[in-house]
């Protein structure tokens, strides 16, 4: 059973960069897509990025596309979220998904991370 944890949140002043990172445990990620989502308090979840299980393919919101990036190691069997110019409306708990379909910014996604939360204020 694939287990995803994630990690890499707290809090960055405007115009700041963190890295987020999903770590896989039970089951290889070549064979899953991963996708990064987000929820603000008092909104739904939005999808933020994904990648394709070969990792040819990746997808980005358009509110993130130019600051955000994702990648993989494959030897670590960890993605990657890394953000730069946050901004206070990036403020959210951001969770890790995967699953065996294409990538995409939409559910279902079949297993997901516990969460970390990334908090851009001054």
């Known amino acids: 059973q694939l287990q995803l944890v994630d990690s890499g949140g707290g809090l960055v002043q405007p115009g700041g960069s963190l890295r987020l990172a999903c770590a896989a445990s039970?089951?290889?990620?070549?064979?899953?897509?991963i996708g990064w989502f987000r929820q603000a308090p008092g909104k739904e979840r939005e999808g933020v990025s994904c990648?394709?299980?070969?990792?040819?393919?990746?997808n980005y919101a358009d509110s993130v596309k130019g600051r955000f990036t994702i990648s993989r190691d494959i030897a670590k069997n960890t993605v990657y979220l890394q953000m730069n110019s946050l901004k206070p409306e990036d403020t959210a708990v951001y969770y890790c998904?995967?699953?065996?379909?294409?990538?995409?910014?939409?559910?279902?996604?079949?297993?997901w991370g516990q969460g970390t939360q990334v908090t851009v204020s001054s």
């Open positions: 998904a995967a699953r065996k379909l294409p990538c995409g910014l939409s559910p279902p996604y079949d297993y």
């Open positions: 039970g089951a290889t990620l070549d064979y899953y897509a």
């Open positions: 990648i394709s299980s070969s990792g040819g393919r990746r």
